[in-house]
């Protein structure tokens, strides 16, 4: 940036005052002091304070005149994370339905974000896009009874700003009345509407939609919650609904306009880089615009160990398992429930689908126990599989058969999971219609991960300890009676094929954490009892929700582990790394042109960054899934804590190898698997069984 001459500050001083209101202001414009991009003084580095936060007063400043830059430029900012989009990229998109066509606007812009590295400062830009449905927040809560808490709208009569809906008060309406602040006086939200923003309520009778905006008061950082009420008629749903995003035609009509290859995203990038450089000379700010290549490391992938000493190729990150599980699987003492006009199908799937899978995989399949049901009534379900376990006992794993509502089969997973502690897996008849038996292949693999049998194995990096624990932690953002559902899996084997899971239910402002502790201390136990021997190093891998995460991570849950270490034996004290793991970051890779491709590309799977952008001196990013569609988002690791004697190679390369232990996948995933199972424990805890499960069940992926 430029530095302000004597003559520039004299000449600010000289501007005459500025009439407005009737009211006169001036300009007083006085010297501080100078501050340099790097410099300590201005960087916030206190990771354990209230106060943390990534970048320093240089980084903030930019961002600041950045952003005013572009909105005098006429773009519309939507939401509050910099991104700004052309009000002419706006193109609509018509999707039919089984209940009448539906009309999305999808629009094109960029984001930035100015960062502190460890040497320099970065500017990141990107594109972006934004779908926003023509259904107004009316439409919908009529069409779907008032259920509308926790999903977003978007206002277009406020610069677009987007509002998280926590619930809806039918006790008030536009003819309600409110304080306004500005004039001190009783007005009602109609009222208000029509002379703000000129906007003529029809319906006066609609109930309210009530946002909770959590601010911090000025000059004492203490937390506070203010109400904003918002008029349903004048709001606009954000994103697709589920019909939508189901519906192959639609994904693919959206995809159109908002999905880019890897060499068209670049390039978007480069011109935004060069628009927003050209504007910001005025500013004194100039950007580098040909500074954009930085140093990666590729990993090779990992040998992975199938059945019958045989080995998959994942040469390019995913592999294809046409070979026989690590562990013999029988299917012996299991049976299918289904409603007696699906028999012909249920009869057709055991033997001509699901039996010829399985034999893909070396499992064997006795004949099942075949329960026909005469409705679709729940509760008859239920009473009728309690008599027949009553007489023929408890099976090792139960299929479901049908084209079930949501409600049905919420309740037949929690009567299974809940109560009898056993593994099922529902077939839904519609899926097989295509890929019949590609789909059944996968229902087969999951049955034997729910029974705890091992599909593959990859080895393990040199120099890791063979007694090492891997833990993952995923929270849900959908919330038990206003409880956060954190998931917990963690390995209890030598080669990270078997696990403990169990979720930590607790209320937000729980800083002991004494669930996280015990469930850490049993699933040592499991391990104990699984191994004959106790780790001797743990490395955990905990999701980031957010820089205020940091802070979390660092108070409680690295004490609350080590608290739980002490709860299964006094003095325990394995070695421990401690990783906040954040995919919802900005940051994209590209990979140069090669001599068998001339075009830019996605990173290849086992790339690593970790220089030149990093902020500390253990972070990186990594690149592990094999992206052939669409502009591959790595991953970001955070070393919060660490005394192991894993060289920092050594860690990255174990991590990679995690990614690929995921057995829903055939290849890599973006993050560990431990922590990969501990997100679908958590959203499956809180979407479908609003409570923990049954302990026998603990030493079992029975959430896949």
């Avoid at 972006?128 to 009569?157: F, P």
């Avoid at 700010?285 to 190729?313: C, K, M, W, Y």
Wanted: proline share 3%.
């Amino acid at each position: 940036m430029r530095s302000l001459s004597k003559e520039d500050i004299d000449k600010l001083k000289n501007i005459d005052l500025i009439n407005s209101d009737g009211q006169k202001y001036s300009i007083d414009l006085r010297y501080i002091k100078s501050i340099e991009a790097n410099d300590e003084s201005t960087q916030n580095l206190d990771k354990i304070t209230v106060n943390y936060k990534k970048g320093n007063q240089v980084t903030q400043l930019l961002n600041i005149i950045l952003k005013s830059i572009i909105r005098e430029e006429n773009y519309l900012e939507i939401g509050k994370n910099s991104k700004f989009f052309e009000k002419n990229s706006r193109s609509d998109i018509t999707i039919p339905s089984r209940n009448g066509n539906s009309v999305l606007e999808a629009y094109k812009g960029f984001t930035f974000n100015v960062t502190p590295s460890q040497d320099n400062i970065y500017i990141m830009i990107d594109f972006c896009s934004r779908i926003i449905r023509k259904e107004t927040a009316l439409e919908y809560i009529t069409a779907n009874n008032n259920q509308i808490a926790g999903l977003s709208v978007i206002t277009k009569y406020n610069n677009y700003q987007i509002y998280l809906i926590d619930r809806v008060d039918h006790t008030k309406t536009p003819l309600s009345t409110f304080l306004n602040k500005r004039t001190n006086i009783q007005i009602t939200f109609a009222q208000y509407y029509k002379e703000r923003y000129g906007i003529q309520i029809r319906n006066m009778s609609q109930p309210l939609l009530v946002h909770k905006r959590k601010y911090r008061e000025a000059n004492t950082n203490i937390q506070k919650i203010e109400e904003v009420y918002l008029i349903p008629e004048i709001c606009n749903m954000t994103g697709m609904t589920e019909e939508q995003r189901s519906n192959f035609q639609a994904m693919r009509e959206v995809a159109n306009h908002t999905k880019l290859t890897p060499q068209q995203r670049y390039q978007s990038s480069i011109r935004n880089c060069k628009f927003l450089n050209s504007k910001a000379r005025a500013s004194g700010i100039q950007i580098d615009e040909n500074s954009n290549v930085i140093d990666a490391i590729q990993l090779r992938p990992p040998r992975i160990g199938l059945g019958g000493n045989r080995f998959a190729n994942a040469e390019k990150g995913n592999f294809d398992m046409r070979a026989a599980t690590l562990d013999k699987v029988v299917f012996k003492n299991w049976g299918i429930i289904y409603n007696k006009r699906d028999e012909k199908d249920v009869y057709d799937f055991v033997d001509n689908l699901f039996k010829k899978a399985c034999q893909t995989y070396g499992i064997t399949v006795m004949d099942p126990f075949y329960l026909s049901q005469k409705d679709w009534n729940v509760k008859n379900w239920i009473e009728n599989i309690d008599e027949d376990i009553e007489q023929n006992g408890i099976p090792e794993f139960v299929l479901t058969f049908g084209q079930v509502q949501a409600g049905f089969y919420s309740e037949l997973k929690k009567f299974f999971t809940n109560e009898l502690g056993i593994a099922s897996q529902h077939v839904v008849p519609r899926s097989l219609q295509k890929n019949g038996m590609s789909v059944t292949s996968k229902i087969a693999l999951q049955i034997a991960s729910k029974l705890g049998k091992r599909i593959w194995q990859v080895e393990t990096p040199a120099g890791v300890d063979q007694n090492t624990m891997v833990i993952g932690i995923e929270t849900s953002l959908k919330r038990i009676q206003n409880q956060q559902v954190i998931g917990v899996v963690a390995s209890i084997n030598k080669d990270f094929t078997q696990y403990f899971s169990q979720v930590d239910i607790r209320r937000e402002n729980d800083t002991a954490l004494p669930n996280l502790s015990k469930i850490v201390a049993k699933a040592i136990e499991a391990y104990a009892k699984n191994t004959k021997n106790i780790p001797s190093e743990v490395i955990v891998y905990r999701q980031g929700l957010g820089e205020g995460q940091i802070q979390q991570s660092f108070n409680f849950e690295i004490k609350a582990i080590q608290t739980g270490f002490n709860i299964f034996k006094a003095g325990f004290n394995p070695r421990l790394a401690f990783f906040q793991v954040n995919r919802k970051i900005g940051q994209k890779f590209y990979q140069q042109p090669s001599a068998d491709r001339s075009e830019i590309q996605n990173p290849a799977s086992g790339t690593i960054v970790a220089s030149q952008i990093i902020h500390n001196n253990f972070e990186f990013f990594m690149a592990a899934q094999n992206c052939n569609s669409g502009v591959c988002t790595p991953t970001k690791y955070t070393c919060l804590y660490n005394n192991t004697n894993l060289k920092e190679d050594q860690i990255w390369q174990f991590t990679y190898y995690q990614t690929f232990n995921y057995y829903n996948w055939q290849g890599p995933v973006r993050v560990p698997a431990a922590m990969k199972y501990a997100e679908k424990l958590a959203k499956f805890t809180s979407n479908t069984l609003q409570d923990v499960s049954n302990q026998r069940l603990s030493n079992s992926l029975f959430y896949l």
